[in-house]
Each structure stands twice: as structure tokens, then as C-alpha cells.
């Protein structure tokens, strides 16, 4: 999987987030953090900023590795089944705290196997919460969550990696099914934090669109695979508010899904950046003539060559078949600004779709 350079200094972050229209770079956050914008449209939108991050490093346990990030404090939209609630900056927060969890070997990455972290200082336990996976325009699918801490110094970041929940096929089968732990060290200064990049934006605030993906070398893309590249018959795609679902179909399922017949794999990607979308309930309609030759799930899915996924069997499929697919739970991760009013979000409720066999 190719890696990204990994963005942290202001000059980095003109170059790789670089957006149409008018924009201003402030080298601190010392102006503070623009308010949350208004008319936002029901969709992802242009956010009033975008910050940076700090690469605080990586450690591997078994199948796993985890790789940890900083950056200033963030508001964040949480996400508990059908309510979304705005998370503030508290005044004793100090850091934004991200991870991300991919596989050693094949270094794609591992939603929804829950993470925790603690944090220590010469032994004693500083701030310990359950950090929440999330959606960002510039990082996709990650782990965060702000952090109070003791001063400026040296700590130790304890990361604990759940098992994996999802569905494992082809050479994922039977993988990912313990829980382990990492520390990290982590070296805090206001100073260092202070040079993180924060961008403002101007003219595009509140429009229809995303920022670039940010650079990295140091972790794996959060994209899904390019349509040309998923494995199978790709059958069509449908936009449900800004998540693109493609259908692709396989002639028998792969190792690890039980039945016989034909595997509708649904790969759910952000409509711009290609961003994974984890943690969705689906299920879906296969009528054919009107009447339905499969009425279902469809369930989470982590395969090596489709990707995170959403899949069911059914029976066969054939021309004219019509598939209808319908969110029964919007995508249970907290969004960064940009992402709360789409994916379900803020505005409510994910259209079904309809995608027709070939």
C-alpha cells in the first residue's frame, strides 16, 4: 500500500493541502479557532481551518501496529447510534491525540477494533480515556480524542488495541482476533506544539467539497481501493448523502464467508478523497422482476483485496436485477468539522439507492 509523506511543518502543509481560492496560513493557532461555520449544507463541506500534526511514533505488537500522532485540541462531532453531539474544547485540554491501527505485514488498516490509552509520567497514571474512532477530510479513518496533561515534559502513552469485531476473509481469516497493548514515548512542548500548521480558509467555508488528503510516509491510506482496482464484476455505484457505495460481485465468496453462490461486496468510500467509511449497519434488496431473490444484511467485511467492506451472498445474480441498499445505521464514528453534516451526521438520515445489474 503506498505511503504518504507525513505533513507537520506550515510549508509542508501550503504544499500538500493547497486549496482553491482565497486562503490564509498562520504559522501558530495564537488567533484562536474560527467558530463553527454557518449555512453548512447537507453534505461534506469546506471547514473553517486545517491544522496540522506532529509525529510522535510507531510501535508494533503481533499483527498489529499503531502508529501515534499530536495536534492542537479539536471540537468534534461524537456519534452514539442516531445522535450526533458536539464535543468543545475543554480549558484543560492540552493535545488532540491520534492513532491509527494497520496490520504489520500488509499495512492496511484496522477499523473497529477499539483502542484506549493511557497516559503515564515517571510511573503515575496522568489521563486515561477510550479514544473514538473517527472520520477527518485530511486523515480519513483514525482514532482521537483531546487529552489533558501534566506540563511540559516527557511521557509515556499507553495504547490498548481491542480485537477485531469484523468479519475476516481470504488471508485475514482467523487474524486480528486478540487484543494487545503498546506504549509510546511522547516528548511534550508548548513550543513544539505551536509550530504545528493551522490554515484558515476563506472563500470556500461552507461550500460543497473537501480539503486534500494529507501527505504522509510514516502511515498507511485510509482509502479505499480505486474502482478499477477491486476484484470481481463492479456492477455500479450510488451516492447516499456523500457516501459513495460501489457494488462489485464475485463469482464465489471468499474464505471465511459462509454460503454458495454469488458475493455482493459493497466498498463504502467518502465522495471526495476516496476516505474509507467503517462502522455502518447495511442491509439491502435484490429484486429481480419485482420480486426479491435476496432481502438482508449486508455485513462489515475486512478483506486483503476489497478492502473494508460490506458483502452478502446471494443465490445469482442476473441482467436487469435491481440491488436497493439501505444505511439501517449511519457510520458510528465521530467527524471532524467538514464530515458532521454528512454520512447521516447533523442533517439525519441516509436516502436508500439503487444500483441495476448490467
Not at 496540522?52 to 501496529?65: F, I, K, N, W
Request: charged content about 20%; aromatic content about 8%.
Amino acid at each position: 500500500m503506498k505511503r504518504r509523506e507525513l505533513l507537520r511543518t506550515g510549508a509542508a502543509l501550503s504544499g500538500a493541502l493547497t486549496l482553491a481560492g482565497c486562503s490564509s496560513l498562520i504559522e501558530t493557532r495564537a488567533a484562536g479557532v474560527p467558530p463553527v461555520p454557518e449555512n453548512r449544507p447537507d453534505g461534506v463541506y469546506y471547514p473553517s481551518h486545517v491544522e496540522g500534526m506532529e509525529m510522535v511514533g510507531t510501535a508494533s505488537s503481533g499483527d498489529y501496529t499503531v502508529g501515534l500522532m499530536y495536534s492542537y485540541p479539536h471540537r468534534f462531532w461524537n456519534v452514539n447510534g442516531e445522535s450526533v453531539a458536539l464535543t468543545e474544547i475543554d480549558a484543560d485540554d492540552a493535545v488532540h491525540l491520534m492513532a491509527s491501527v494497520w496490520d504489520t505485514d500488509t499495512e492496511a488498516i484496522l477499523p473497529d477494533t477499539g483502542l484506549s490509552a493511557e497516559i503515564y509520567r515517571e510511573g503515575s497514571l496522568v489521563s486515561q480515556e477510550a479514544i473514538y474512532p473517527m472520520l477527518s477530510q485530511p486523515m480519513g479513518f483514525h482514532y482521537g480524542a483531546n487529552f489533558g496533561l501534566d506540563g511540559e515534559g516527557e511521557y509515556t502513552v499507553r495504547l490498548s488495541v481491542g480485537a477485531m469485531s469484523t468479519r475476516r476473509t481470504g488471508a485475514f481469516e482467523g487474524r486480528f482476533a486478540d487484543p494487545t497493548t503498546v506504549e509510546i514515548p511522547f516528548e511534550y512542548s508548548e513550543a513544539a506544539k505551536e509550530d504545528i500548521a493551522f490554515r484558515t480558509l476563506d472563500d470556500q467555508v461552507s461550500t460543497p467539497g473537501a480539503v486534500d488528503a494529507m501527505a504522509m510516509t510514516a502511515l498507511p491510506d485510509a482509502v479505499a481501493p480505486a474502482e478499477s482496482a477491486l476484484p470481481g464484476r463492479v456492477l455500479g455505484s450510488a451516492t447516499s448523502d456523500d457516501a459513495r457505495l460501489i457494488v462489485t460481485a464475485l463469482d464465489t465468496p471468499p474464505a471465511g464467508v459462509d454460503g454458495d453462490g454469488t458475493y455482493l461486496a459493497v466498498s463504502a468510500r467518502t465522495r471526495y478523497n476516496r476516505m474509507v467509511i467503517p462502522a455502518m449497519g447495511l442491509s439491502g434488496r435484490l429484486a429481480r422482476n419485482g420480486e426479491a431473490v435476496y432481502d438482508g444484511a449486508f455485513e462489515r467485511t475486512l478483506d486483503p483485496d476489497l478492502g473494508y467492506h460490506y458483502g452478502a451472498v446471494v443465490d445469482d445474480i442476473a441482467s436487469g436485477d435491481e440491488l436497493t441498499l439501505s444505511v439501517t445505521v449511519q457510520p458510528q464514528t465521530a467527524r471532524h468539522e467538514g464530515y458532521e453534516t454528512a454520512f447521516g451526521g447533523l442533517m439525519g438520515g441516509m436516502p436508500d439507492v439503487t444500483v441495476a445489474v448490467p
